[in-house]
């Protein structure tokens, strides 16, 4: 199972990199989709930016109250279930592996990809030429658009949703993949980001999980 999955995130990283990279119009497109007949993004309002508010702090709640009941769980014993050492570790390597290092301190900061809202082909106010997702050569120096780190962040909520209680585990896991797709269609909405973007930065972070997941728990599973 854990080979099968392994084989199927790495084709699907693949078959989305091949796609937008010999077809990125499809990325302009997408962008394009998301942008009104006032040449702005839908999204771009004080109700949308609120909303990508609500959708960024979302994944940092979840880790901080994880690692608060884990911290109160040494000192006294609690009702509900908490964390285990294994867990809790398992869950800040993955972020900080994840949306951290690979995310926001490699791609981001070395992609030099203009976002959406910045594109000359995507919207009225953008100044500067579309890039596809492996040029590494566009006008944006910190921060940029490949990958979406919020993307990437509400993927790693995957983490905590694989060592969940039991009885919760499968509607953690759905809770996380649908946070990540709204997360993701909120973020093109608001023109921050190309489809590519959050197709890859969801896709990378959860092959990382895996791959933390297969070496911390494949011989001893968390409790089922």
Known sequence: ???TLLILQ???IVLVAL???LWPQLDVDAARAFVGSDGLFIGATRAGI???YVFYVAPLALAIVLLLLWLIAKRRTLRWPVPSNKAIAFIIICLALGPGLLTNVILKEHS???RPFHVAEVNKGGI???RPWYKFDGQCQSNCSFVSGEASTSMWTLAPALVA???IRAVAIAGSIVLTVATSVWR???GGHFLSDVLLGALLTSLLITLVYGAMFRRSPPAA
């Open 1 to 3: 199972m854990f080979r």
């Open 10 to 12: 790495i084709a699907a």
């Open 19 to 21: 796609i937008f990279g």
């Open 50 to 52: 609120f909303v990508r």
């Open 112 to 114: 030099h990809r203009p």
């Open 128 to 130: 500067w030429p579309f």
């Open 165 to 167: 209680p039991p009885q």
């Open 188 to 190: 093109m909405a608001l």
